[in-house]
Structures are given as structure tokens and as C-alpha cells.
């Protein structure tokens, strides 16, 4: 049984950084699509970033390109999250997924969450104004 488990969050000011990790086990990760969410109160689920082709393809959403990175290291089964200059707005439960995606793989593909078949329990993260 795959299991993701995200590391890193906490409470940051606006303006600071944070390095979200995310474990995986269970599955044979370079075949699987990894992605980051966001699910704020009351909001609904949301697309952050996702890398595919073992690190070769990356897809961040238009609220955090230049801010954000994703990365993976293959040898240890892991995916992290890179955040700068966070703003209040970045405030929410952030979430690890990975999905098995075969043929052509498009950032709108990777931006869904119904492709994404494992998630982790996810990782609090706080942007103080």
C-alpha cells in the first residue's frame, strides 16, 4: 500500500521561506506523477505544482511561479516543495499526491485532482501578515 507522508510546515512571516518534503513508499516512484495541493478553510482544494518524468517535467500554477519549486530525488523517494517570499494567501494545509499517469502527460492533467490516487494527510502552513 502506497503511503506519502509531507514534512516542513509551520508558522512563517510574510516574506520567508519554507522547504516542504514529502516520503514515499509503496510505489514505484519514478513511474508516478508527483504533486503538491493547497486546501484552504472553507476553500476548495487547490493546484500548486507537479513533476513528472522522473524530475524532467514540471508544472507550477500561476499563483506561485517564480516563488515556488518543485523537486524530486529519485534515490530517495522523495518530492519537496521550495517556498519563497510566502504571502498570507499562502496559508493552508498542503498536500502530497502522486498519480500513475500513462500516454501524453499535459500540466492540465497533472492540475486535477481526480488523477491523483494517493495522498498524504498533509502539512500545516501559516504566513503571518
Known amino acids: 500500500q502506497a503511503q506519502l507522508v509531507e514534512s516542513g510546515g509551520r508558522l512563517v512571516q510574510t516574506g520567508g521561506s519554507l522547504r516542504l518534503s514529502c516520503a514515499a513508499s509503496?510505489?514505484?516512484?519514478?513511474?508516478?506523477?508527483m504533486g503538491w495541493f493547497r486546501q484552504a478553510p472553507g476553500k476548495e482544494r487547490e493546484f500548486v505544482a507537479a513533476?513528472?518524468?522522473?524530475?524532467?517535467?514540471?508544472y507550477l500554477a500561476e499563483s506561485v511561479k517564480g516563488r515556488f519549486t518543485i523537486s524530486r530525488d529519485n534515490a530517495k523517494n522523495t518530492v519537496s516543495l521550495q517556498m519563497n517570499n510566502l504571502k498570507p494567501e499562502d496559508t493552508a494545509v498542503y498536500l502530497c499526491?502522486?498519480?500513475?499517469?500513462?500516454?501524453?502527460?499535459?500540466?492540465?492533467?497533472?492540475?486535477?485532482?481526480?488523477?491523483?490516487?494517493?495522498w498524504g494527510q498533509g502539512t500545516q502552513v501559516t504566513v503571518s501578515s
Open positions: 499526491a502522486a498519480a500513475h499517469l500513462v500516454g501524453v502527460i499535459t500540466p492540465e492533467a497533472v492540475s486535477q485532482t481526480a488523477n491523483y490516487g494517493y
Open positions: 513533476n513528472w518524468w522522473s524530475g524532467a517535467k514540471t
Open positions: 509503496g510505489l514505484t516512484f519514478t513511474s508516478y506523477v
